[in-house]
């Protein structure tokens, strides 16, 4: 029997390349197949080494390799599968969502046309201030969005010129990595370096803290909690905190009360809840806080009345005063069921009027249940609604047609995002201008991410030339 060994020559041949090169940059290769790693050293060690070899390339890779990931990411087999994964894992969001979240951040996360150069010229020649990458990242991503937190870094942080360690929440590793290992494969398919995305199998608290503490990692982004982001601003390092939310949905009694009720009960609804710049809290103005709520039931909002219901309810989202993880994402209707509450099929959300001070208003619950509150006017409203994002400075949405109240919520609120007269995912470009991001860094500034958020901004002089003014 004839055996063609063609195809694997070239395979040894290959191999044979990465285990010199391997060599070359102290890469191990035991591991890293398509970017996953068992140590985080290792991870970081083969990141460094890309990242070297990516300088060396010409920018025309740069945009072959974001136009791969994008179509890859695209690709419908991948995103269904990336998606069905995702809510199964993470046992949390729902599919349809997820996959229009895919979309999203494949598409509308910008590139390299992000990195615009400065310049001035003059008598004394020509200054450019010039946006280059700061080598290795290490980004930290959530539960709550874990394949599109790393398919939107992944593409800002590429488009910068850096290669980029991940670190994913660990119960959404498999989602994750999944991503990591088919955006390997996207740079790899048109002949980008490998390992300029990485991350560890088996991703802890401690393989974290490794990653933040090690010298060549030159700067860290986390999507997440406070703790998570707190870590990062201690660690001594350039770092980027893109924490969390609690906003506010404030109409007043000029708004548009049909669209509101609409508007609000879609972009609660949204993944079940959890992004988050998802409303979380309704404040009303009490002359049409009535006709708000039967808006909201026509769009398939459930209204509870009974105070030990909503107690009830309260008590088992969180126990004890803090948040139970085995409600977060869930559906509306997992929930009642979960409470002993009968709802119709067609349920998408619990609300309820509360007081301000209730613990389902003051919480970040990221699920669907969205408490209501009444307030006497629109000025009352906009105190609250200000207490009630705690400063946090992410997401506030407002309802009103009155220009001077928009104005003065979105002054005195001071949030990274304030969307008017829209549902909250306007604020990411989903029916609102803009593009989009999944790391939106209120604490540190830097507002909605892109790729020059991941860029050191470098100023060239050339003295005494090309002034051609
Ligand atoms: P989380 O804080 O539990 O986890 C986020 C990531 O941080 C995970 O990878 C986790 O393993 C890691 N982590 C947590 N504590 C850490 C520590 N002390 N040291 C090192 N790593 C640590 O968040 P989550 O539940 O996955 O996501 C939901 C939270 O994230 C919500 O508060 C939400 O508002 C926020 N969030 C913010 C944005 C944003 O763009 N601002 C986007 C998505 C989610």
Request: with cysteine.
């Amino acid at each position: 029997m004839n055996i063609d060994t063609t195809g694997i020559e070239q395979i040894v041949k290959k191999v044979m390349e990465s285990i010199d090169f391997a060599e070359e940059n102290n890469v191990p290769v035991v591991d890293g197949e398509c970017g996953i790693f068992q140590d985080m050293n290792n991870a970081i060690d083969a990141a460094f080494a890309a990242q070297k070899e990516y300088m060396k390339l010409p920018l025309a890779m740069r945009s072959k390799m974001i136009a791969a990931i994008r179509e890859t990411m695209k690709k419908k087999d991948h995103a269904e599968t990336i998606c069905q994964m995702a809510v199964e894992e993470t046992g949390m969001g729902n599919f349809e969502d997820k996959l229009l979240k895919q979309y999203l951040a494949a598409d509308k996360t910008p590139g390299m046309e992000d990195l615009m150069a400065e310049a001035w010229t003059g008598d004394d020649g020509l200054t450019l201030l010039e946006l280059s990458p700061f080598g290795v990242i290490g980004s930290i991503a959530p539960t709550t969005n874990p394949s599109e937190t790393i398919i939107n870094n992944s593409i800002g942080m590429l488009a910068a010129g850096n290669a980029v360690v991940f670190a994913p929440h660990p119960k959404a590793v498999k989602t994750s990595n999944y991503c990591v290992k088919l955006i390997n494969e996207a740079i790899k398919s048109v002949g980008g370096p490998a390992n300029l995305i990485v991350s560890t199998a088996a991703p802890t608290l401690e393989s974290s803290q490794v990653m933040m503490a090690h010298p060549k990692i030159r700067m860290l982004c986390a999507t997440g909690g406070p703790g998570v982001v707190k870590s990062v601003l201690s660690s001594g390092k350039k770092a980027i905190g893109a924490g969390a939310g609690n906003p506010p949905a404030l109409v007043d009694e000029t708004a548009d009360i049909e669209k509101a009720g609409k508007d609000i009960v879609d972009g609660c609804c949204f993944d079940n809840n959890l992004p988050c710049i998802a409303e979380k809290e309704v404040v009303v103005v009490d002359q049409v806080a009535d006709y708000l709520i039967f808006n909201m039931k026509k769009h398939g909002a459930f209204e509870i009345t009974d105070k030990k219901v909503i107690d009830a309810l309260a008590d088992m989202v969180c126990p004890e005063g803090r948040l139970s993880r085995d409600f977060v994402g869930k559906s509306a209707k997992y929930i009642a069921a979960a409470a002993g509450i009968d709802v119709p099929e067609d349920t998408r959300v619990l609300i309820m009027e509360a007081p301000a001070d209730h613990l389902l208003v003051v919480e970040e619950l990221m699920m669907p249940i969205l408490p209501i509150v009444r307030v006497a006017n629109v000025d009352e409203g906009i105190d609250l609604a200000c207490e009630l994002e705690h400063g946090n400075r992410h997401t506030a949405i407002m309802h009103s047609k009155n220009v001077d109240k928009l104005t003065e919520m979105s002054k005195r609120i001071q949030t990274t995002i304030f969307v008017k007269n829209g549902p909250s995912y306007a604020g990411i470009g989903v029916g609102g201008e803009g593009y989009t991001t999944f790391t939106i860094a209120g604490p540190t500034g830097e507002g909605l991410t892109s790729a020059k958020s991941f860029a050191r901004r470098r100023r060239c002089v050339l003295v005494g030339g090309f002034d051609i003014k």
